[in-house]
């Protein structure tokens, strides 16, 4: 007599499980190293070539550190007053910053020297940027206008006033040269095409903005502002994709990790949130001593660098992955099994310990596969714990009795089973073996289906709404996929921009680039 093996109830994974494969990557960041500044941190930037230095704009100068020795390796102090804002040039060797006066300086980061002083603003200019070409500047004042700067001429190209408050964010499009984006206290994000020397196109974020982003295939851009994270699609009209809502004091800046494929947005609530770009779904959350006004993030997160309100630096290297400690493990575990076994013993004892059998599988002994099924529905079951009714479901398709225990049913019995496939088929984890019960039960009632009135009638009805519901999104998302490899085929202009980058070294490169004479002026006056 052969002896009956319980059902083995599948272990199904939660959703939203708190170990996830980003909770494993964030926490690889060594344990914060502390530096002090004089006054808060108002941005952060890395340099984009090797050994990645990152600047950091605190009070009147600007300190670029090392990130492996967390020391100040050089100090840019040619400011009367606050500087705002030192970003490095795509290929690291100029840097640019704003400065309470109104001046944006352009540096020169191996000898410290001010290269240019661009001079045109009337209120102090809170950040600046170098175009995709390397050869302009944006610049974003109080005054309320941005100017594009030329580094060659020391010259205004163009000036825009379009803001009714002060301009405290703003960014470039990293594709083209000629897409600038401005954020205003006005609430206002309001985008520039400098051929055309006007405003493209003007969306409200709803409260006063002060970070925006693109990202890297510059059709996307963020704006964060107030306690929100909006994603807007500037190739559709600007028009807003999502909203983030995860802090719940203001949103202070936004950064890129993992090159592009993650968005870090700090907040006063002094919590750090890391989102998934393909779903903007928040993937995990780091931690700080106090307000967070600026993030820096080094390419494939090398080091990520925090920037709080009280003036504290926060440096964390990314580690290598610690290594498996199962080989150790394996060794002491044979070594222990072989010891035992080498024991001589006059007569082994077993004990076998009676398995006591759920009311399923007592009737699933018997086959009574009916009984079975009614067994899982009628002990609110459905609500906590479904995956015993698919468990049971899918023994009964592995026995090929399902239709013995779904064809001779009355209509209250029946409605609950239908109302479970429909509620659960949508689930990635369930949808498999429902679909064989939805298309066991058509096959079981088709001839008595045009007989079904009242609620047997209403839930086979609702049964077609939700599997054409189910292939039309299929649909929609083969459609996406589709929308997603073009786009992400004609993104790939990382090699376009490396030849840009490599031609303007190559034909303006610093050694060519000498001091003007308002710099040298200003140089003088400050030492």
Not at 309 to 334: C, F, H, T, Y
Not at 385 to 390: F, L
Request: glycine content about 6%; some cysteine.
């Amino acid at each position: 007599m052969t002896s009956f093996k319980p059902l083995n109830v599948k272990k199904y994974p939660k959703t939203g499980q708190v170990v996830t494969p980003d909770t494993e990557y964030w926490k690889r960041l060594s344990v914060p190293t502390l530096a002090k500044e004089f006054g808060a941190i108002d941005y952060i930037d890395f340099s984009p070539i090797e050994p990645h230095y990152f600047a950091v704009t605190c009070s009147v100068r600007v300190q670029i550190y090392n990130p492996i020795t967390k020391l100040v390796v050089k100090n840019l102090s040619r400011f009367q007053e606050t500087a705002y804002g030192g970003t490095f040039r795509q290929d690291g060797r100029l840097l640019v910053a704003g400065d309470e006066q109104g001046l944006v300086k352009l540096f020169d980061t191996s000898s410290k020297n001010v290269l240019r002083l661009f001079k045109g603003h009337k209120a102090p200019v809170h950040r600046v940027n170098f175009t995709s070409d390397l050869l302009h500047i944006a610049s974003f004042s109080d005054d309320k206008t941005v100017k594009l700067w030329d580094v060659a001429s020391e010259k205004a190209l163009h000036t825009f006033a379009a803001h009714d408050d002060y301009i405290r964010a703003g960014t470039v499009n990293p594709v083209s040269a000629d897409v600038i984006v401005s954020g205003g206290y006005d609430g206002k994000i309001n985008l520039y095409d400098t051929r055309t020397k006007e405003v493209t196109m003007s969306v409200d974020h709803g409260s006063p903005v002060e970070s925006l982003l693109f990202l890297p295939t510059g059709g996307i851009f963020i704006s964060a502002g107030g306690t929100e994270v909006r994603v807007w699609d500037a190739f559709a009209g600007c028009r807003l994709l999502t909203k983030l809502s995860q802090h719940h004091k203001t949103v202070s800046c936004l950064r890129l990790g993992s090159n592009g494929k993650r968005i870090l947005s700090g907040g006063l609530d002094r919590h750090v949130k890391i989102y998934d770009v393909s779903t903007y779904q928040t993937v995990h959350t780091l931690d700080f001593p106090n307000a967070v006004l600026s993030l820096g993030v080094a390419p494939n997160d090398q080091t990520v660098v925090a920037g709080m309100v009280d003036g504290l630096v926060s440096i964390q290297n990314m580690e290598a992955p610690a290594r498996p400690k199962s080989q150790v493990k394996s060794r002491r575990k044979s070594t222990i099994v072989s010891t035992k076994s080498d024991i001589a013993v006059d007569h082994q004892i077993t004990e076998e310990q009676r398995q006591r059998l759920e009311k399923y599988d007592k009737h699933l002994k018997r086959y009574e596969y009916s009984k079975c099924l009614d067994s899982v529905m009628g002990r609110g079951l459905s609500t906590k714990s479904p995956e015993i009714i698919v468990s049971v479901m899918q023994e009964l398709i592995h026995r090929k009795g399902l239709n013995r225990a779904l064809a001779p049913r009355d209509d209250a019995s029946l409605c609950q089973i239908i109302g479970f496939v429909c509620r659960y088929i949508s689930e990635h984890r369930f949808m498999r073996v429902l679909i064989d019960v939805a298309t066991t039960l058509l096959d079981v009632y088709e001839d008595k289906l045009h007989t079904f009135t009242g609620s047997v009638g209403k839930k086979f009805l609702e049964l077609s709404y939700v599997l054409e519901r189910e292939v039309a999104l299929t649909y929609d998302l083969l459609e996406l996929q589709g929308s997603l490899e073009l786009l992400t085929a004609a993104a790939d202009v990382s090699s376009n921009k490396d030849d840009v980058i490599h031609f303007v070294q190559d034909t303006h490169s610093t050694s060519n680039l000498k001091q003007s004479v308002m710099a040298k002026e200003s140089s003088i006056v400050t030492v």
